[in-house]
């Protein structure tokens, strides 16, 4: 485990040291469903539709995970920071096995109501269908999903963003080798369509498990004290689920908006889910962009504390945010340029290319505002102040975007058009508002023992 050293490099070059990796893996983890949609795609509109629909579905079952990952971010930066190795590693393994024990729990739960979800959204019978099996088959593999969440977690805080994005690479390429001859079936190989798109992507989680339990086991053999790196640590635990739980209420917050905001896109019809499907598809790559500057503000921010540097930690939070923006800028000039060619990329019908490409467009236009979001809320949460993120979401859930979403896309009548130009303005004012938070400064004020 790495302490940053605040004091003989640049800021500047600490961010992008940070950053780049953290970025890269981002992308990466989307890039898993990112193809399994690419690939599905050759085969019809309705099998964008259904396992769009369904990546949605296991994007909020894998979102409670995120927040034991921001437990395990932030007591394993504040540790290094302050540079005791042994409690951070405690702190990591034992987040570690609290998610394993939660996910088995919460897979089996979301396995058993996977058809339920399906009915609420009012979709055809060959979208439920479908989408189940794909939605099913990933949930086999979700708890070495959920360990990959809290393992690479624990690395970033400790400063090491390069090793969890090198196991994301390979996690991927994996996916695509594997997709292509479980979907399309070459060869010797079953044609399974959607559901080896499941199987590729779950087979890949498990790779990514054993790599990481192959590093972390070896990082144990070699570190000081790993007697008590290896203990069970109940009032760590209590840390790690103190910062953690406004976290998981946040995401469930986001989520339960989600699947409020995703029921009036279902109400538009296929062609407008599977349009809205690719749009999200091609923006999720920016988003990573905009997560992996927040995680680097996170362990800076973390570290920063930690080494009772307060003012660099503030610092460094803002200029990751100024240069979150310029980036993400940047991809958004790119979707008003290329939106064509993008959307391309999925060979849609007609119908569901134009609306795809228009919902691009917009979306070029909230870039900055999302990267000034995630960035800032990042820097919080690794100063282990969870509430003011949860406060955010909550406010900007269902006082913004819901009700912006149904008065723009049902009572103007704008349909999918509607639905992109209310989470535009969603995300404008939750720029505005992360900012004034950060600002106040409740996060300098959050003691981890």
């Given at each position: ?97 609290l998610s394993i024990a939660i996910g088995v729990f919460v897979a089996l739960f979301m396995y058993l109501f996977t058809p339920l979800f399906f009915g609420f959204f009012g979709v055809s019978p060959l979208v439920k269908k479908l989408g189940t099996i794909y939605v099913r088959t990933v949930l086999l593999f979700a708890p070495f999903r959920f360990f990959l969440f809290v393992a690479g977690a624990s690395m970033r805080g400790a400063g090491d963003t390069r090793t969890p994005m090198k196991i994301t690479f390979v996690m991927n390429s994996f996916n695509i080798l594997m997709n292509y001859l479980l979907i399309f079936g070459p060869g010797p190989f079953p044609r399974l369509e959607v559901l080896g798109a499941g199987i590729a992507t779950g087979s890949s989680f498990v790779l990514g498990m ?240």
């Open positions: 485990m790495e302490r940053l050293d605040f004091e003989g490099k640049p800021l500047t070059y600490l961010i992008f040291q940070l950053a780049w990796p953290a970025l890269l893996e981002n992308m990466l983890h989307t890039m898993v469903f990112f193809v399994d949609m690419l690939m599905v795609a050759r085969l019809g509109t309705v099998a964008i539709a259904s396992v769009g629909l369904g990546g949605a579905m296991i994007f909020v079952v894998t979102s409670i995970f995120q927040a034991l990952s921001v437990g395990a971010t932030a007591t394993v930066a504040r540790f290094v920071g302050a540079r005791n190795y042994e409690k951070a590693g405690r702190s990591a393994l034992n987040a570690i096995a054993v790599i990481y339990t192959v590093l972390l086991w070896r990082m144990i053999l070699k570190g000081p004290g790993r007697g008590g790196i290896l203990r069970f640590d109940r009032e760590l635990l209590f840390h790690i689920v103190k910062i953690s739980t406004p976290t998981a209420l946040e995401q469930l917050v986001l989520r339960l908006g989600f699947v409020v905001f995703l029921r009036i896109v279902t109400s538009l019809g296929t062609i407008a889910l599977a349009a809205h499907e690719i749009a999200v598809r091609i923006e999720s790559m920016s988003f990573m962009l905009g997560i992996g500057f927040g995680t680097a503000a996170a362990t800076l921010v973390g570290q920063g504390l930690g080494a009772e540097l307060q003012e660099i930690a503030e610092k460094s939070a803002w200029r990751t945010a100024f240069f979150s923006m310029v980036v993400m800028t940047l991809i958004g000039m790119f979707f008003v340029l290329f939106p064509e060619a993008l959307v391309s990329l999925f060979s849609p019908g007609k119908a569901v290319g134009e609306m795809a490409v228009l919902c691009i467009i917009v979306a070029a236009f909230e870039q900055p505002s999302i990267a000034l979001t995630m960035t800032l809320t990042g820097g919080m949460r690794g100063a282990g102040d969870t509430v003011s993120p949860l406060f955010l979401s909550f406010l900007g859930t269902f006082a913004f975007r819901i009700p912006l979403v149904y008065l723009f896309a049902i009572t103007f009548k704008l349909g999918i058009f509607g639905v992109w130009l209310g989470t535009i303005s969603d995300w404008g004012l939750r720029g505005i508002i992360s900012a004034v938070l950060f600002k106040r400064g409740r996060w300098k004020k959050i003691e981890i023992r």
